[in-house]
């Protein structure tokens, strides 16, 4: 170590004026040695002063501080690393290379220790014990500890493994090689566990986020971001793009997940068989009358799936099975098909309707020696005639005395005639209402002025219509 100070030269002094005694010759010497010393000793003062001998402190290869002596020097590093250790809570290390080397400085340029702390902080990399997530052998983030790594991966994983009502997780794995290291990190470089969460899994530490605004499609979103509408749409799986809404937080960041959870599960889904309804007819029962001899109860069928996933993308869906779990049970109706041609104190529903309103100008049964076979009912030509019930038109056309005449087959061998009709409405084969205008009254056929001769027929007997109209 080379050190000048002032204390060492007035030693110096002392000591020379200590050797002077009383010898002459020995004075004249020790004037001339004097006053060499005394010119060395100004050249070294003035050296002194200007440039000195010091200590660089280098990280790496740089030059980061100067001391004025080595134990300055190595109480600096020291000292910030302990100031540092304590700071931080825990031990510090560096695997930086810290050199100090004995150097000629201008005393200008020395550096104040008090910039210690602050210039070794700069160049210094700390590390301290913390935890490497490393996927496929590429340290990927940097954490506290162990135990935060491991939770990480734990909650990387459970955030992409499907829950709910029927399904059954089979396999959560990672596509990719992950371990975790403990080892010494560096202390700037440690995330928390959301910043690390969004790096692994998105790409990025933070993730910014736009506001949709009045106008706005992912595609104009895209282009002023320096974006593609792809990316886009990856980064914001749960948005339809033909369905922005103002006020959607819209992700801008391209998808680059460093981990790649691939879930299978077993999906499991109960779908109703809905019931069907079937009709029995009831001879017994009125036209019309309907009743519900058994309600009708839907069944159910389990279909089975086998669903992978891609970090909660499906990629693949598998039918495994179906399972009718309860067939269902059909609604059985009975319906009335009995044509109730009772008379009008009946009152069911069966009754037929009078075809038209008017006076009975006569009567069924026998006239002289005549029989008639029908009623007669007066009415102007070109007056509605109505359907006395539901059915279908047997016959739409002339028929010799009758003139032009519709008839209708009700079922259970029921019919009605309408004669002497004026038009027809309706044509063979034709369906009819009740109460449907069928053809217009007329004096068509045998008949002496404009009236509707009616009949019901059973089974192809004619019986009187006044026993079944309304
Ligand atoms: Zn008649």
């Not at 009383?22 to 070294?44: C, D, E, H, S, Y």
């Not at 020696?369 to 279908?392: C, K, M, N, Q, W």
Request: proline letters at 3%; hydrophobic letters at 35%; a neutral charge.
């Amino acid at each position: 170590m080379y050190t000048f100070s002032k204390d060492d030269l007035e030693i110096r002094k002392q000591r020379k004026s200590r050797l002077s005694g009383n010898n002459p010759l020995a004075k004249k010497k020790i004037m001339f040695a004097a006053g060499f010393l005394t010119l060395v000793l100004l050249a070294g003062i003035w050296i002194h002063i200007v440039n000195s001998i010091a200590y660089a402190v280098t990280v790496n290869g740089k030059q980061v501080l100067i001391c004025d002596n080595k134990e300055q020097a190595e109480q600096a590093v020291s000292k910030f690393l302990e100031t540092k250790s304590e700071e931080l809570g825990m031990a510090v290390t560096t695997e930086d290379r810290i050199e100090i080397k004995e150097i000629k400085v201008n005393k200008k340029d020395r550096i104040l220790t008090e910039d210690i702390g602050q210039l070794l902080e700069q160049e210094l990399n700390i590390l301290v014990p913390g935890a490497a997530f490393i996927v496929n052998g590429e340290e990927k983030a940097v954490l506290a500890d162990k135990k935060t790594a491991e939770n990480l991966l734990e909650r990387i994983k459970s955030h992409y493994t499907p829950v709910g009502k029927g399904i059954t997780v089979v396999k959560v794995q990672l596509k990719e090689n992950v371990e975790i290291a403990e080892k010494n990190v560096p202390v700037h470089k440690i995330l928390d566990e959301e910043q690390a969460f969004q790096l692994l899994t998105v790409g990025a530490e933070k993730i910014v986020t736009h506001t949709v605004e009045k106008g706005e499609s992912f595609w104009s979103i895209a282009k002023a971001n320096n974006m593609s509408v792809k990316d886009l749409e990856e980064a914001n799986p749960e948005y339809n793009p033909d369905k922005l809404q103002i006020g959607d937080e819209i992700k801008l960041v391209k998808m680059d997940p460093a981990i790649h959870v691939t879930t299978v599960a077993e999906l499991t889904e109960v779908k109703k068989i809905p019931y069907g309804v079937t009709v029995e007819n009831d001879s017994n029962m009125l036209r019309g009358k309907e009743k519900v001899k058994q309600s009708g109860k839907d069944g159910s069928k389990e279909f089975k799936y086998l669903v992978v996933k891609e970090n909660g993308k499906e990629v693949d869906k598998q039918f495994i099975s179906g399972t009718v779990l309860s067939e269902p049970v059909n609604k059985v109706v009975v319906r009335g098909t009995k044509l109730e041609l009772a008379s009008r104190d009946d009152g069911g529903s069966g009754s037929l309707r009078w075809p038209i309103r008017g006076s009975i100008t006569s009567r069924f049964g026998y006239r002289h020696r005549e029989f008639h076979t029908g009623l007669d009912i007066d009415g102007s030509t070109g007056d509605p005639v109505r359907a006395a019930e539901a059915g279908t038109v047997t016959y739409a056309g002339r028929d010799g005395n009758y003139g032009k005449i519709i008839r209708i087959n009700h079922g259970n061998g029921i019919q009605t005639w309408y004669a002497h009709l004026s038009s027809y409405n309706v044509s063979s084969g034709q369906k009819v209402e009740r109460g449907e205008i069928i053809g217009r009254v007329g004096s068509t056929g045998r008949s002496t002025g404009s009236h509707l001769h009616f009949e019901v027929r059973i089974n192809g007997n004619p019986v009187n219509p006044l026993k079944y109209l309304d």
